[in-house]
């Protein structure tokens, strides 16, 4: 269960890159990035984290090795595992 949960956030982190649409209201990247981080910590402190050292190894290795192929290199990407309930996962613009 935690495997698969841990792939959903994966997905959901990557889409993230996904461009928005056209008519999207664009802001400084620098803004961006500080209310994106700041939404990543709040939920990380509504969570928790995950903590399992390996697991989040391999969705960092993952991600980055995926992250490396993409175009968008704007912002570091950060990735977090939340201890959720219920398998959820989410991204955030900015890389987080």
């Not at 792939?7 to 990035?33: D, M, N």
């Not at 992250?67 to 890389?95: C, H, I, R, V």
Request: glycine share 6%.
């Amino acid at each position: 269960m935690r495997r698969a949960a841990t792939h959903l956030v994966l997905a959901c982190l990557l889409l993230g890159l996904v461009p928005s649409s056209a008519g999207a209201q664009k802001i400084a990247k620098e803004e961006l990035f500080e209310k994106t981080l700041k939404a990543a910590l709040q939920a990380l402190a509504f969570y928790g984290r995950y903590d399992n050292p390996a697991e989040m190894q391999r969705v960092a290795d993952i991600g980055y090795r995926i992250a490396q192929e993409s175009k968008f290199q704007d912002y570091p990407y950060t990735f977090y595992l939340a201890d959720m309930p219920e398998p959820n996962a989410f991204a955030l613009p900015g890389g987080q």
